[in-house]
């Protein structure tokens, strides 16, 4: 049985390897029987990417982009969980803030950075509200979910033992919406970064998106295909060696 | 350390929840007075407000007619108190120890009072395991390792052995009377069981069927300690069901 396991489990991620090599091997194809200007071949972008790496250009844009993606992610996260739970416990919040929040739900991300821009003018501070507002209503949604499902039966053994209300908030309450939060946190890590480049290509004078805007202007396809995937695997490591140990911690009591 | 209660509810009633102008009356007239460290049961048939007493003593059920005094005239809030429920309730991201220790006091943490309860419980071995790795009996160990270890001057008890296997439930009911031998505390016990009412208390209140008031408040007189197979308690047993036939139908003897 466990071998069986075991097998099937090595069969499984063969298939995965050979759908990315399958993936390039489709690309380069492409690239091959296409123009090499508007689809280059994948050696060629690395080759990009190499020489973006080693002028380091290509690092203080990353780390500026990461920087607004970190800033907008805590501020989305901390406003999301405060008015989650508020929304989640007391039903006149919910009844008030619900239409606010399907109506910043259904606002098109584009409309708010561009309002934030001009209310606020081409600064920081505009793009960094124009990126947490697009995600804070997806968090409230989240959270507030969690929030109507805590277990008060816990909360009781809490009320008898006259429990610190710190105590009882840190202990007693927050671990039930783990769960939620991390979800929250998983879809808006996703979310915000997408959001965030757009927000630089329209408004900043830096960061990955300012640069892509850039190569746009010059039609160099191979830069933003490294940029590209210079971005994505650092959102890759950030799923692997931030997201999933932060998950694994709230879960260790799951066995 | 231990406290006496003066409980008169007058009236305890919960609104029904289709109709709104119809309620029904939980308890009415019940008037008890339980003296310091007695070990006092409360026997009655299901539905008949046992658990609403007990919530109404604990504080979790505030609205009320009436009133329950502690020490004479004391508050809820100036007098320690534990519960346990019919489930454990532990917090299952939390391990045995902390359970324990999130209910302590500065004061009892520094006396290691946890460890020390929980291995006269036999838990020394599984201080590091959560919740969800134990059996039933053992969660209901820990639950109970908890309420004692806060040295409640009132312990309140709802039916906490409950679907345990006979076993079990024996070993469980040993440990609470050699607790309370050692530490002594006023306790109400709620059970349906009436061979364990007698194995443990002092004193057996009979409640009858909603709104509940006492109709029986019998005295238990056998010496401790007690052995469970101790014919007395048989003895005892067939005298109260044979003077109060329908005791367990909540029906008041005809006298």
């Not at chain 1, 010059?218 to 692997?240: H, Q, R």
Request: net charge positive; with cysteine; hydrophobic share 50%.
């Amino acid at each position: 049985m466990i071998n069986n396991k075991l097998k099937s489990k090595k069969y499984l991620f063969l298939i995965k390897v050979l759908s990315f090599f399958a993936l390039f091997l489709f690309w380069e194809i492409v690239s091959l029987i296409s123009n090499q200007n508007t689809f280059p071949s994948i050696i060629n972008v690395l080759k990009t990417l190499l020489i973006e790496i080693s002028d380091g250009e290509l690092f203080f844009h990353l780390g500026m982009t990461l920087y607004r993606v970190f800033i907008s992610f805590i501020i989305a996260m901390l406003v999301g969980i405060f008015v989650g739970i508020l929304m989640g416990n007391y039903r006149r919040f919910d009844a008030f803030l619900d239409s606010w929040n399907i109506l910043f739900l259904n606002i098109p991300a584009l409309v708010l950075i561009i309002l934030s821009y001009i209310w606020f003018g081409l600064t920081e501070i505009a793009a960094i509200i124009a990126v947490s507002l697009n995600k804070i209503p997806n968090v409230i949604v989240t959270i507030r979910e969690g929030a109507k499902s805590i277990d008060r039966n816990l909360l009781q053994v809490a009320l008898i033992y006259k429990v610190s209300k710190t105590k009882k908030f840190f202990v007693f309450y927050l671990p039930q919406l783990y769960p939620y939060i991390i979800a929250a946190a998983r879809g808006g890590i996703a979310l915000i970064w997408k959001i965030v480049l757009v927000v630089e290509l329209l408004g900043r004078s830096n960061g990955v998106g300012f640069k892509i805007h850039e190569f746009f202007q010059f039609f160099d396809i191979k830069s933003i295909l490294a940029y590209t995937i210079a971005f994505v695997v650092v959102m890759i490591f950030l799923e692997l060696f931030f997201l999933k140990p932060l998950e694994n911690y709230a879960r260790k009591w799951r066995i | 350390m231990a406290t006496s209660i003066k409980i008169n509810v007058n009236s305890k009633i919960f609104p029904t929840k289709d109709k709104e102008d119809q309620t029904y009356a939980a308890i009415k007239a019940l008037n008890l007075n339980i003296s310091k460290g007695e070990f006092c049961s409360v026997i009655g048939p299901s539905g008949c407000g046992k658990t609403t007493l007990l919530n109404l003593i604990a504080g979790l059920d505030k609205d009320l007619k009436g009133e329950i005094l502690f020490d004479g005239g004391k508050k809820l809030d100036d007098i320690r108190i534990a519960y346990m429920f019919q489930n454990s309730r532990l917090l299952p991201w939390l391990n045995v120890l902390e359970n324990v220790e999130v209910v302590l006091s500065r004061d009892q943490k520094l006396k290691h009072r946890a460890k020390e309860i929980l291995s006269v419980m036999g838990l020394e071995k599984f201080l590091k395991f959560y919740p969800n790795q134990l059996s039933g009996g053992m969660q209901r160990r820990v639950a109970l390792a908890r309420s004692y270890s806060s040295q409640p001057e009132l312990f309140l008890l709802d039916e906490p052995f409950i679907s345990l296997d006979e076993k079990m439930a024996n070993k469980l009911r040993e440990m609470l009377i050699n607790l309370w031998t050692n530490e002594p505390t006023t306790i109400v016990f709620v059970t349906h069981d009436l061979r364990e009412a007698i194995y443990l208390s002092d004193r057996i209140i009979f409640l009858s069927k909603a709104p509940s008031k006492v109709i029986l408040d019998k005295k238990v007189n056998i010496r401790r300690p007690r052995k469970l197979e101790d014919k007395k308690i048989e003895t005892l047993r067939e005298e109260i069901l044979k003077t109060t036939k329908d005791i367990f139908d909540g029906e008041e003897k005809n006298a």
